[in-house]
């Protein structure tokens, strides 16, 4: 079991950043690709990020690539998400996912756990 917290949400203006972390409990967590995903108001959730478990491989969003980045620090179980040049299109819930497998790992589908998600809100 795998429990996931999200945090570094808030209200930016548009070209601002903002840092979002996921601390994951368990003792496991090296083992598990971890993703982070968002859902805006009336849309479907959708990929943003992710990285697997050994932290060499990255995967984005062709709609966030050059501006987010995802890194993890397994000694403090923890993700990060640092998101630059915020547009408001990037508003939504953003919510980070622990992946116990290899494949497809930019598949939400894929993932086994998920955190409760936290708000960002981007103002023109």
């Known amino acids: 079991q795998v429990q996931l917290v999200e945090s570094g949400g808030g209200l930016v203006q548009a070209g601002g950043s903002l840092r979002l972390s996921c601390a994951a409990s368990?003792?496991?967590?090296?083992?598990?690709?971890m993703g982070w995903f968002r859902q805006a108001p009336g849309k479907e959730r959708e990929f943003v990020a992710a990285?697997?478990?050994?932290?060499?491989?990255?995967y984005y969003a062709d709609s966030v690539k050059g501006r987010f980045t995802i890194s993890r620090d397994n000694a403090k179980n923890t993700v990060f998400l640092q998101m630059n040049s915020l547009k408001p299109e990037d508003t939504a819930v953003y919510y980070c996912a622990a992946y116990s497998g290899s494949y497809y790992i930019t598949d939400l589908g894929r993932y086994d756990y998920w955190g409760q998600g936290t708000q960002v809100t981007v103002s023109s």
């Open positions: 368990g003792r496991t967590f090296s083992t598990y690709a």
């Open positions: 990285m697997r478990r050994g932290g060499g491989s990255t």
